[in-house]
Antibody, heavy 120, light 108 residues
Framework: EVQLVESGGGLVQPGGSLRLSCAAS????????MSWVRQAPGKGLEWVAN????????NYVDSVKGRFTISRDNAKNSLYLQMNSLRAEDTAVYYC?????????????WGQGTTVTVSS | SYVLTQPPSVSVAPGKTARITCGGN??????VHWYQQKSGQAPVLVVY???DRPSGIPERFSGSNSGNTATLTISRVEDGDEADYYC???????????FGGGTKLTVL
């Protein structure tokens, strides 16, 4: 079964850091771009970042550039999101998603999400 | 940055056809993808590349894209289709994905 399972969410103070993980199974992780997408409470979807198969290309939404870093470990079939300098507006459910192809393609497999709350 | 505009809500009776629009400047030149998100669940891709359906998605779901408007059409609407629907494209000028604001489909 194709599956993505996120972990690492929690409560963190403003200015703090958190590292999210996404474990992939049931498919050949190494041949897919991967993405993170978030959804603030009661709001719509917002794409956060994506990463090429070999990690050699990464793209970010402007609001997280310089604060968040996407990475992957193909040997462990895992995707990561290092989040630094967290703000209240980063509070959201964070989804890991598989890209069908490169940037112009959709995202065809999603995890169930992990919740990040930034609050003092 | 590129903006996608969706109506906040669409209502339709069971068995009828629902059409959800996604407006954007010359969106017809882009590949549009549509996601369904039911309450408390992760999104599901229902249409990709304007009009293709992933395996397992009913033929009742179809898409089109031309000019400044892309449209998701759901035929013979069922109670189980009630959800939020999002369109999405790649904005090559900003090198990032963009989602529309979402449309809540209510089945009357």
């Amino acid at each position: 079964e194709v599956q993505l399972v996120e972990s690492g969410g929690g409560l963190v103070q403003p200015g703090g850091s958190l590292r999210l993980s996404c474990a992939a199974s049931g498919f050949t992780f190494t041949i897919y771009w991967m993405s993170w997408v978030r959804q603030a409470p009661g709001k719509g979807l917002e794409w956060v970042a994506n990463i090429k198969q070999d990690g050699g290309e990464k793209n970010y939404v402007d609001s997280v550039k310089g604060r968040f870093t996407i990475s992957r470990d193909n040997a462990k079939n895992s995707l990561y999101l290092q989040m630094n300098s967290l703000r209240a507006e980063d509070t959201a459910v964070y989804y890991c998603a598989r890209d069908m192809g490169g940037n112009y393609w959709g995202m065809d497999v999603w995890g169930q999400g992990t919740t990040v709350t930034v609050s003092s | 940055s590129y903006v996608l505009t969706q109506p906040p809500s669409v209502s339709v009776a069971p068995g009828k056809t629902a059409r959800i629009t996604c407006g954007g400047n010359n969106i017809g030149s882009k590949s549009v993808h549509w996601y369904q998100q039911k309450s408390g669940q992760a999104p599901v891709l229902v249409v990709y590349d304007d009009s293709d359906r992933p395996s397992g998605i009913p033929e009742r779901f179809s898409g089109s894209n031309s000019g400044n408007t892309a449209t998701l059409t759901i035929s013979r609407v069922e109670d189980g289709d009630e959800a939020d629907y999002y369109c999405q494209v790649w904005d090559s000028s900003g090198d990032h994905r963009v989602f529309g604001g979402g449309t809540k489909l209510t089945v009357l």
